[in-house]
């Protein structure tokens, strides 16, 4: 199948900086990235839709100054997280489809952040 | 609007034993239907998928049937493995790059 990888894997800094995540598709071209939020034993929450080119698409709730998300290339999806505070501390998972395809999401490894 | 129901967990179960994880749905169109797996610490991956009604998605034992007239996607296993205990997420894919997935159902078989 694709393959998605996500970098850092896991990443710790103080309150106040800023992180950013990286996502790539490694041997296909996503116009659409996806990512999300998921906490201690909970389900995915979906934050934000990354279009290619294009400004993302943030879901309801999610603040789009606090989760910058970059799609500068069909490969290449970022998510910075800004002045980051504790409540910040997640797993962040991205996710990619293949177009064409019958419709699964291809998901990279996931990043945990912990903001001290 | 679509939705997916999965059974919350968590589910402990013993080497060997029969495991089923209901997961039901609703949705406009013609959706396709997925179960995913996370292992700790990891990212999901695509245990199986069915895209349309009747299909039954297989994969290391897993099975789930797309189940159009009582709106399910159940996964079962005739006999689970310590290996499996992992988060299992029942997911549905629609038009338009939408994905909706179940809250997860925790896995534990203890040898």
């Known amino acids: 199948g694709a393959v998605v990888s996500q970098h850092p894997s896991w990443v710790i800094c103080k309150s106040g900086t800023s992180v950013k995540i990286e996502c790539r598709s490694l041997?296909?071209?996503?116009?659409?990235m996806f990512w999300y939020r998921q906490f201690p034993k909970q389900s995915l929450m979906l934050m934000a839709t990354?279009?290619?080119?294009?400004?993302?698409?943030?879901e309801q709730g999610v603040e789009k100054d606090k989760f910058l998300i970059n799609h500068a290339s069909l490969t290449l999806s970022t998510l910075t997280v800004t002045s980051a505070h504790p409540e910040d501390s997640s797993f962040y998972i991205c996710?990619?489809?293949?177009?064409?395809?019958?419709?699964?999401?291809?998901f990279g490894e996931g990043s945990r952040l912990t903001v001290l | 609007g679509n939705s997916v129901t999965q059974m919350e967990g968590p589910v402990t179960l013993s080497e060997e034993a029969f495991l089923t994880i209901n997961c039901t749905y609703t949705?406009?169109?013609?959706?396709?239907l997925f179960w995913y797996v996370q292992y700790p610490g990891e990212g999901l991956q695509l245990l199986l998928k069915?895209?349309?009604?009747?299909d039954k998605g297989s994969n290391k034992g897993f099975e789930a049937t797309y189940r159009k007239e009582t709106t399910s996607f159940h996964l079962e296993k005739g006999s689970v493995q310590v290996s499996d205990s992992a988060v299992y997420f029942c997911?549905?894919?629609?038009?338009?790059?939408?994905?909706?997935f179940g809250t997860g159902t925790s896995l534990t078989v203890i040898p």
């Open positions: 069915a895209t349309k009604a009747d």
């Open positions: 997911a549905l894919g629609s038009t338009g790059n939408q994905f909706y």
């Open positions: 996710s990619a489809r293949v177009e064409g395809n019958t419709g699964e999401l291809f």
């Open positions: 041997d296909f071209q996503a116009t659409t």
């Open positions: 949705a406009t169109g013609y959706p396709s």
């Open positions: 990354s279009n290619e080119g294009s400004k993302a698409t943030y």
